[in-house]
């Protein structure tokens, strides 16, 4: 979001020509008293930008704490066996199909 805003400056005007001197004989002159001019008020027009608003963090999920247990997990001794057989007959089946493809020569 823009505001737009007014500002108020002092700003002292130059003269829009200068007349140069021309060359005379210096003549003894009194300085005169001049009145000081007040400066002129000019009014500009400055765009501000409103600060942004702080970023709101998300709100995490609280982590799920499972209560103990008095009883710890038993090892299942059947699937252990039962795995390690299927591991073993794949290792077989995978040999098996390596060397099939090789010739024999006699």
């Given at each position: ?17 200068v ?27 400055v ?16 982590p799920?704490v ?10 299942d ?5 039962d ?13 098996r ?10």
């Open positions: 979001m823009i505001i737009v805003t007014t500002i108020k400056m002092e700003l002292t005007e130059a003269p829009e020509h007349e140069e001197p021309e060359e005379q004989e210096p003549e003894e002159q009194e300085p005169e008293e001049q009145e000081p001019e007040e400066p002129k008020l000019v009014e500009q027009e765009k501000v930008k409103k600060p942004r608003a702080k970023r709101v963090p998300k709100a995490k999920p609280l799920v499972e209560p103990p247990t008095d009883i710890p997990p038993r090892a001794a059947d699937f252990w066996r795995m390690l057989i299927t591991k073993r007959e794949m290792e077989k089946a995978e040999t199909a390596r060397y099939s493809n090789l010739v024999i020569l006699k």
